[in-house]
């Protein structure tokens, strides 16, 4: 399923509940994409700015691609309730 991601919380969290369908710790994300497992876990939590490049690490870890489009028309605390 798609997800609409706005803002580094929602992205975290995105990608955290993705991570627990999988049945991944953070641990093992972190193995699978080189980084430090407190590395996964301030990104899960929205905290500080991650680089673009951890976020692509992690993505790669769990087999996910990100699609740049136009965006819709609706408000972030909207998208952030649909999940």
């Known amino acids: 399923m798609d997800q609409i991601v706005r803002t580094p919380h929602q992205m975290g969290s995105a990608l955290r509940r993705i991570r627990r369908q999988r049945g991944l710790s953070q641990g093992e994300?972190?193995?699978?994409?080189?980084?430090?497992q407190a590395t996964i876990s301030e990104f899960e939590a929205g905290k500080g700015s991650t680089r673009l490049d951890t976020i692509?690490?992690?993505m790669v870890a769990l087999?996910?691609?990100?699609?740049?489009r136009p965006?819709?028309?609706s408000a972030p605390?909207?998208?952030?309730?649909a999940y």
Request: charged content about 30%; hydrophobic content about 50%; cysteine-free.
């Open 56 to 58: 692509i690490a992690i």
């Open 29 to 36: 994300l972190a193995a699978r994409a080189h980084l430090r």
């Open 71 to 73: 965006r819709t028309t």
């Open 63 to 68: 087999d996910l691609e990100m699609v740049v």
């Open 77 to 81: 605390e909207d998208i952030g309730k």
